[in-house]
Nanobody
Framework: VQLVESGGGLAQPGGSLRLSCAASGFTFSTYAMGWFRQAPGKEREFVAVITRVSSTNYADSVKGRFTISRDNAKNTLYLQMKTLKPEDTALYYC??????????????????WGQGTQVTVSS
């Protein structure tokens, strides 16, 4: 299993970024996939998840601003981030869950992780 994130960078408050996660080594379309983030000195936290049938769930802190999506033909997971805030600054991780139709939000429910992509929101 390999997960490779990209698309991070520096954005101004109120700006947008789109993260991508290229997946390989497993049948991507079968599994629910998630995004997590970890800020310096803080624990890794759930951001969003999308199931095999594209049901989604979001952390309250990003609901209405972030959108998770997937392209099963390209084996790619996305996270569109809008109206970014300084508190969104973190290392963002893509993760493969153990489930298909269940949208897990807890770290132990995920069994593979990418290396992360840094998102910094600052003026």
């Amino acid at each position: 299993v390999q997960l490779v994130e990209s698309g991070g960078g520096l954005a101004q408050p109120g700006g947008s970024l789109r993260l991508s996660c290229a997946a390989s080594g497993f049948t991507f379309s079968t599994y629910a996939m998630g995004w997590f983030r970890q800020a310096p000195g803080k624990e890794r936290e759930f951001v969003a998840v999308i199931t095999r049938v594209s049901s989604t769930n979001y952390a309250d802190s990003v609901k209405g601003r972030f959108t998770i999506s997937r392209d099963n033909a390209k084996n790619t997971l996305y996270l569109q981030m809008k109206t970014l805030k300084p508190e969104d600054t973190a290392l963002y991780y893509c993760a493969k869950s153990r489930y298909s139709a269940f949208p897990p939000t807890n770290l132990p429910d995920y069994d593979a992780w990418g290396q992360g992509t840094q998102v910094t929101v600052s003026s």
